[in-house]
């Protein structure tokens, strides 16, 4: 699918602006673009990548709740039968007027989160190495208003 540069430029801002959490012991953790997760580093100790991931909502087009279900059964099926470390999490507008489950994983590598990433038809992700800061990933070509961030990624 192709999107419209408005679109992807829209969603950006809205990617930059959501909050993104994690649940760890019954807490719920916030996650920062931009910044350094020292929670999620500390509770998992032997896990060198992190990334967020969720199969809802593909290219952030809303489809029904049953179609979402789905593929995130899928895709915890797939983190589960890969042997990865996961916890939930989620995505949000800041007031709350859109919600999407998504995963915390640890331990996929880059390229192997992107294309689980693209199979679940994902537009924006999370993704960090151990002891750097959390960067946004967008599969789409970057629109030629947006600005340069050092924590936006622009993959193809």
Not at 98 to 125: C, H, I, K, N
């Amino acid at each position: 699918m192709i999107e419209h540069p408005a679109t992807t430029g829209s969603l950006l801002r809205a990617y930059l602006d959501a909050e993104y959490r994690w649940e760890f012991k019954g807490q719920w953790r916030h996650l920062r673009i931009g910044q350094i997760e020292p929670m999620a580093e500390a509770a998992f100790p032997g896990a060198t990548r992190f990334g967020l991931l969720s199969a809802w909502n593909p290219r952030s087009a809303e489809r029904p709740t049953a179609e979402n279900q789905a593929a995130d059964d899928a895709l915890q099926f797939w983190l589960a039968n890969g042997g990865f470390t996961y916890r939930p999490a989620f995505s949000s507008a800041r007031d709350r007027t859109w919600r999407e489950p998504s995963w915390l994983v640890m331990g996929l590598a880059v390229q192997a989160f992107d294309d689980l990433a693209r199979r679940f038809g994902q537009l924006g992700t999370l993704w960090w190495q151990r002891g750097e800061r959390i960067h946004l990933r967008m599969y789409a070509d970057k629109p030629a208003d947006c600005s340069d961030d050092a924590c936006v990624d622009w993959v193809k």
